[in-house]
């Protein structure tokens, strides 16, 4: 009732002056165009892309790109550059249920996920003490715990956070950086973590890595000056992330690049086999129940053909301009799934499962 009164006299206020500046020749319409535009903005919701989930937030926020706590390149958000929010990671629930013989569903079962994660994080120069043991209702069947953390080296404080789905077999990390936040809380931190969206399920089956167009909005600045369009593996692709590696296939060869900005030093060469379908999905190990749920999951915008299964035989590294290969070549074969998705105007996506380490990566492709 309040804030309806303070609007409607805030409406007559402004009203009166705009009839007062407009009684004295300034342009009153450029001065509600700048405030519908100052509202808008205000108003605006904005979406972060993390690893199988996503979060929303407002023009208070921005994102920046961190460096997470092993020192990678990672996207992030900060609050007026003094509250921070960064991912750490994403793991399978049923993974952590198999290997500390746990069942999540019970109290014991959460204690001991809490305790396996305080353990691994209070380690090194990170303090962790404090938080709440037990997990708490965030949204749907989403549930959360924290800990609060020290980290001496730099004296930085703020919680770490586990969020865990068990309908979709997911376990979420993430750090708050509260060190320059006068309120000391996170309170903020917890308004967006409220507004999270389970975008991908974890079924410990290696397919279910590949999950066409999950993370392609998340990249868009990395997809300037892509101009390839052709839906075959030959070409150039470049890594959708804040690396710089590289990807050239043709004529059965290939070259990796640490980066793209030097072609001349830093890069791996050698022969490949390719194939597509059913065909290279069994080669690297792969199921044809594998191959028919990927398929299957990716809306119609997958088909046989765009399913490379590439066999990497490396005969060739240089690095800081020396050849190595003698001592880096050790005879192993490479194993990697390519899934092309096409989307349209906006550039062919591969996204990439190494099969030895289950580890994904996205690819634009940009030159044919």
């Not at 790109?65 to 003094?82: C, F, H, P, Q």
């Not at 020290?150 to 930085?156: C, G, Y």
Request: hydrophobic share 30%.
């Amino acid at each position: 009732m309040k804030k309806n009164v303070f609007r409607i006299f805030g409406i007559i206020f402004i009203c009166t002056m705009l009839v007062t500046l407009t009684g004295c020749g300034i342009d009153t319409k450029k001065i509600l165009n700048n405030l519908n535009q100052e509202i808008n903005r205000e108003n605006q919701i904005n979406t972060f892309y993390g690893e199988g989930y996503d979060l929303k937030y407002n023009s208070e926020w921005e994102k920046y790109e961190a460096l997470s706590t092993d020192n990678k390149k990672t996207d992030a958000l900060t609050y007026k550059r003094e509250l921070y929010l960064v991912p750490m990671g994403v793991s399978s629930l049923s993974e952590f249920e198999k290997s500390l013989n746990i069942d999540f569903s019970n109290y014991s079962g959460q204690k001991k996920l809490y305790d396996e994660f305080s353990n691994n994080w209070n380690k090194g120069s990170y303090i962790v003490s404090g938080g709440s043991y037990s997990f708490r209702n965030l949204k749907d069947d989403i549930s959360y715990a924290y800990m609060n953390y020290k980290d001496s080296s730099n004296n930085r404080t703020g919680n770490l956070y586990l969020i865990v789905s068990k309908s979709n077999n997911i376990v979420i990390s993430l750090m708050s950086d509260t060190t320059n936040s006068s309120s000391k809380d996170d309170s903020k931190i917890m308004d967006i973590l409220r507004t999270i969206n389970i975008t991908k399920k974890y079924d410990n089956e290696m397919a279910s890595y590949l999950d066409a167009m999950s993370n392609w909005n998340r990249y868009s600045s990395s997809r300037q000056g892509a101009s390839g369009m052709r839906k075959d593996i030959n070409g150039e692709w470049k890594v959708l992330s804040s690396s710089d590696s590289y990807w050239v296939f043709k004529n059965n060869e290939f070259w990796w690049y640490k980066s793209q900005k030097d072609l001349n030093d830093n890069y791996w060469y050698g022969k490949t086999r390719i194939m597509t379908g059913k065909e290279g999905i069994k080669a690297v190990g792969l199921s044809e129940d594998n191959y028919n749920r990927m398929i299957a999951n990716n809306s119609g915008k997958v088909s046989e053909n765009n399913i490379y299964t590439i066999i990497f035989t490396p005969s060739k590294i240089i690095s800081d301009g020396t050849d190595k290969s003698s001592t880096n070549i050790t005879g192993e074969d490479w194993h990697m799934v390519w899934i092309l998705v096409d989307h349209g105007s906006d550039g062919l996506e591969a996204q990439v499962l190494n099969v030895k380490n289950q580890e994904t990566s996205y690819y634009v492709k940009y030159k044919d």
